[in-house]
């Protein structure tokens, strides 16, 4: 089973390197050190979170189809006064 998984650099001045982890399908964010740390922490969680859902007779979401994009807003619009 695959899941999109959507990294982002924490950009926490104390915590350099580290990377937020977001299972958007499962509605599951995690973190890590470095891009490999963040896979590695998502992987850990989503089959914990998995486990706990077969345990408990509920249903896997399976993730359809998923997309990553990004938009761009001007800078007028961030800085405005």
Known sequence: MRYTVILEATN?????GWYYAHITALDL???GLGLEG???AA?????????ELRSSGKEIPVEKQGFVSQIEI???AVHAA
């Open 38 to 40: 963040a896979m590695e």
């Open 74 to 76: 001007p800078d007028d």
């Open 29 to 31: 964010t995690t973190h």
């Open 43 to 51: 992987r850990d969680l989503v089959t914990g979170w998995i486990a």
């Open 12 to 16: 926490e001045a104390d915590n350099p």
